[in-house]
């Protein structure tokens, strides 16, 4: 299950929308080993294109770097569909390269509503995860048991 904050949601929707008719693409940092995404880095679509996605070599390798330097990993990747369903297509699933990541699609067909869902991709194998939209998380850490 993927548990993410309301503002990253709304600001994943508002980056499609304002790419729109073109796919949007970015990714939430979090802590390594948190699954908690924090952190949302919007990055260029280095194919401007309404039916495909792809991270610009240059600003992923820089964008990674700053991860790695920050202990944090790509808790969530995602993109928008323009004219299609939030289902990652056979070129997404190619592409999936982070075994622990959430994949969210963002779907901005409907100018009114948004569909939003999160797929795990491991080796070719789409699997659909429930999404739990929350205005804050849970404090974590030694007391929060008792919280």
């Given at each position: 299950m993927l548990v993410i904050r309301r503002d990253l949601v709304d600001a994943m929707v508002a980056h499609a929308r304002r790419d729109h008719p073109d796919e949007?693409?970015?990714?939430?940092?979090?802590?390594?080993?948190?699954?908690?995404?924090?952190?949302?880095?919007?990055?260029?679509?280095?194919?401007?294109?309404?039916?495909f996605?792809?991270?610009d070599s240059a600003e992923q390798?820089?964008?990674?770097?700053?991860?790695?330097?920050a202990d944090e990993e790509p808790v969530v990747i995602y993109h928008s569909h323009t004219a299609t369903e939030a289902y990652p297509s056979r070129t997404d699933i190619s592409y999936a390269s982070e075994p622990n990541a959430h994949y969210v699609l963002v779907s901005t067909r409907d100018p009114e509503v948004h569909e939003?869902?999160?797929?795990?991709?491991?080796?070719?194998?789409?699997?659909?995860?429930p999404v739990e939209v929350v205005e804050a998380y849970e404090p974590t850490g030694?007391?929060?048991?008792?919280?």
């Open positions: 949007a693409c970015g990714v939430i940092a979090g802590p390594e080993g948190s699954d908690r995404p924090l952190r949302l880095v919007e990055m260029v679509n280095a194919e401007r294109s309404p039916t996605y792809r991270f390798l820089k964008v990674w770097r700053e991860m790695d330097a939003l869902r999160s797929y795990r991709i491991l080796d070719g194998v789409v699997t659909e995860e030694a007391g929060a048991a008792a919280e």
